[in-house]
């Protein structure tokens, strides 16, 4: 499958007709219609569902969508080894590719990157948020140099750099809450509450365990990937949000408040990067400033 074919199966996924595609590509119709037709004979798969004459929409099948979030993979990792190849002299410019959660502990990649930005304006940094899962798989795919997880990496595939702080769990609510009157906040203060926990945590994670019960004993009225997502509902009143610290602003004219869980409930943090990792020249330069700036704090 050749890399020319993957762009063109994109392009019509994108514009969702082959006609659309074609002159975007400034090729001829039956020219794309006749390479889309080869690959799905190469895969032995029905990728697209041709619409009638009249419409001439088209749409992925199960193994179309499979196909373009692959391709989609591929073309990135592709554009990357081209950049770090053409940019591999001594000239050090490029992109830092980082994964990772909703923490404040970004700030201390972010005065990283603050502090090489002086010596390197050439370095750019492409951020990806999501779960430890989307993380860790981004990492292993190559699509990602550097990543941060919570709790302890598998040191067996990662290398690890630990950071100086943990993220404290707590609970989000309004300021005028009943539960907004206490300095901490216990697992049966929660037990009868409208509570919004993150997808992640809601399967089983270190919250579960800490409250002691199963998810089908809690009040859960809202799962959330995005915290800030989560707070617009708690701000409206739907309920209380279990959540990290030091992530949305409490503060000033905020309406909402952070109460820490007790027994206290932290989580370390972790840099982590692919086992006999080759990094581009920007990517080296990124850890070894952020090495530095780990020693000097430890110092401090």
């Not at 929409?57 to 990792?77: N, P, Q, S, W, Y």
């Not at 951020?127 to 795919?141: C, P, Q, W």
Request: neutral net charge; aromatic residues 8%.
């Amino acid at each position: 499958m050749e890399l020319r074919v993957l762009q063109y199966f994109l392009a019509v996924a994108r514009e969702q007709s082959i006609v659309r595609a074609a002159k975007s590509l400034n090729l001829s119709q039956p020219t794309l219609s006749t390479q889309i037709k080869h690959m799905e004979e190469e895969l032995g798969k029905q990728l697209l569902v041709r619409g009638s004459k009249g419409t001439r929409k088209v749409t992925l099948t199960d193994e179309g969508m499979i196909l373009r979030k692959r391709a989609e993979e591929i073309l990135d990792l592709v554009k990357k080894a081209e950049s770090e190849i053409a940019l591999s002299d001594n000239v050090i410019i490029g992109d830092v590719y980082i994964g990772a959660g909703e923490t404040d502990g970004v700030r201390l990649l972010a005065r990283t990157a603050a502090r090489l930005r002086e010596d390197y304006p050439g370095i750019h940094y492409r951020i990806s948020s999501g779960n430890a899962s989307f993380v860790t798989e981004r990492l292993d795919k190559g699509l990602i140099d550097f990543g941060i997880v919570f709790g302890t990496p598998d040191l067996k595939k990662y290398e690890a750099l630990k950071l100086p702080i943990n993220d404290v769990w707590g609970v989000l609510m309004t300021k005028d809450a009943p539960l907004a009157q206490k300095k901490y906040i216990t697992p049966e203060d929660l037990s009868d509450k409208p509570l919004l926990i993150s997808q992640e945590q809601s399967d089983g994670g270190e919250v579960m365990q800490w409250m002691h019960c199963g998810r089908s004993s809690l009040n859960i009225v809202a799962s959330y990937n995005l915290l800030f997502n989560a707070s617009l509902l708690v701000e409206e009143g739907l309920g209380y949000a279990v959540c990290f610290d030091r992530i949305i602003n409490t503060s000033g004219n905020s309406r909402l408040c952070f109460r820490p869980l007790s027994p206290r409930l932290e989580v370390p943090m972790n840099v982590i990067w692919k086992k006999y990792q080759v990094f581009s020249k920007p990517a080296e330069k990124f850890l070894q400033t952020l090495r530095e700036s780990l020693a000097e704090q430890i110092c401090i």
